[in-house]
């Protein structure tokens, strides 16, 4: 893996940077230090060894220099050769908790041009208020990816020559881009309302995912890959949606069912008292 992202890394396109698009939130131990009373906070020790590196960088808010902001903003590299920094990026690809945690974007813009560009893609406004929208973790972004119009892909990809990701079965995968403009249009993105409901239900699959790994002490998704577990539970929202069942705990038990009882259990007329149940919020993990 190292190999491979160091090759893209030092062979972008003509005319265009190499950029590395970290969600610095999901490093390992990339906290400021705790210190007693009245001692200065230590930057976090990824964002440390960044900054021992030759590699330009920005955060796409806050200040870098503020402990507590560099440690969990999204972080932009600028990439060029050098001996310190292939190591520097094994560093990284070993502290990266969340594997969707890390992208690679081609662009023929500077670094501060990027960064702005990319914050941008960040503002959107939901049920009448302003969200940050994660996009920088690849679990979000494909979410958002499958929903978007066109054109809105278009326009948000529009700033790259090429955009790569790591899944969550730590593979790299490439992003669909359009043709790179130097102009931004439909941005920030604005949501219709079917869009705005599937934008409610972005990171649900995984909040599932979690709660079951809590509750189960041995699941049949445990020899599944994370990617394969992601699109079995997708599935079975799917299958719930179509019993109007929306919430979170209703969905989630609904999945529960399916492990027990096999995934076309819904079909059967002996299940349809309970599924009618799991229309109704309920307390649970």
Not at 53 to 73: C, K, M
Not at 151 to 163: C, D, K, L, V, Y
Request: with cysteine.
């Amino acid at each position: 893996m190292h190999n491979e992202l160091l090759e893209w890394l030092n062979h972008p396109p003509e005319s265009a940077w190499a950029y590395l698009l970290l969600d610095n939130s999901a490093c390992d131990g990339d906290w400021p230090a705790q210190r007693a009373d009245g001692a200065p906070q230590r930057r976090g020790p990824l964002v440390r060894k960044l900054e021992r590196t030759q590699l330009a960088h920005e955060a796409l808010w806050g200040r870098i220099e503020d402990n507590e902001e560099s440690a969990v903003a999204p972080l932009l590299i600028q990439w060029h050769e050098g001996q310190k920094n292939a190591a520097f990026l094994a560093d990284l690809l070993a502290a990266s908790q969340g594997k969707c945690a890390l992208s690679l974007l081609y662009s023929r813009e500077p670094l501060p041009v990027v960064a702005a560009r990319l914050c941008l893609r960040a503002e959107i406004s939901l049920l009448g208020d302003e969200y940050l929208l994660r996009y920088f973790d690849a679990r979000i972004l494909l979410e958002l990816m499958s929903f978007l119009k066109p054109e809105q892909r278009a326009s948000f990809t529009a700033m790259t020559e090429g955009w790569r990701y790591r899944d969550r079965d730590d593979q790299w995968q490439n992003l669909p881009c359009a043709a790179f403009s130097p102009q931004e249009s439909n941005l920030p993105l604005e949501f219709d309302e079917a869009q705005q409901q599937a934008m409610l239900q972005i990171g649900s699959a995984d909040r599932i995912d979690s709660a079951m790994s809590r509750l189960l002490d041995e699941s049949p998704l445990e020899s599944m890959s994370p990617g394969e577990r992601y699109q079995w539970i997708k599935a079975r929202q799917d299958d719930a949606m179509q019993y109007q069942i929306v919430e979170h705990s209703g969905q989630l038990h609904f999945c529960l069912h399916a492990l027990q009882l096999g995934d076309d259990f819904h079909h059967d007329s002996q299940w349809e008292d309970t599924i009618a149940k799991f229309r109704v919020p309920q307390v649970t993990a």
